[in-house]
């Protein structure tokens, strides 16, 4: 798992894993929008197969990269605590914020002074 981590602890990594999410494609079509050469390119494809986050298919001359989902498996396992630590503090936060709405209103309405019509003479 210290393979995938350090695969996508590079910016331009986690965007050719976000590329090949919609579909697997060939080596010269994948991270053409990442403003980084085709030698840079292919390099992080290399390191990422290495790492196992990608299969990489060889039809005749080209290479087509897929996504494996086992490698993003194993890390969601790992990630899966900490979804829950996050999560019982996300609802403790939302608790707090609706209880504070509820007290701004209460103290709202007790502070707003009352209104009375407004009467005029000779009307």
Same mark, same amino acid.
């Given at each position: 798992?210290?393979?995938v981590?350090?695969?996508l602890?590079?910016?331009?990594r986690? +965007?050719?894993?976000?590329? !090949? &999410?919609?579909?697997? %494609?060939?080596?010269?079509?994948v991270?053409?929008?990442? =403003?980084?050469? #085709?030698? +840079?390119?292919?390099?992080? !494809? &290399?390191?990422?197969? %290495? ?8 039809? =005749?001359?080209e #290479?087509?990269?897929?996504?494996r989902?086992?490698a993003?498996?194993e ?12 999560s ?7 608790t707090?914020?609706?209880r ?7 103290t709202?309405?007790?502070?707003a002074?009352?209104t009375?019509p407004?009467h005029?003479?000779?009307?």
């Amino acid at each position: 798992m210290d393979d995938v981590f350090s695969a996508l602890a590079h910016p331009a990594r986690r +965007a050719l894993l976000d590329e !090949l &999410r919609e579909a697997p %494609a060939r080596a010269g079509d994948v991270g053409t929008g990442l =403003g980084s050469s #085709r030698e +840079a390119v292919s390099k992080h !494809l &290399r390191l990422m197969a %290495a790492a196992g986050l990608l299969h990489v298919e060889v039809r =005749g001359r080209e #290479r087509w990269y897929h996504i494996r989902p086992e490698a993003l498996a194993e890390l969601d396992g790992w990630l899966e605590p900490y979804r829950a630590f996050w999560s019982q503090r996300l609802d403790a936060l939302e608790t707090e914020i609706i209880r504070g709405r509820r007290d701004r209103r209460r103290t709202a309405s007790r502070a707003a002074p009352p209104t009375r019509p407004i009467h005029r003479e000779g009307a």
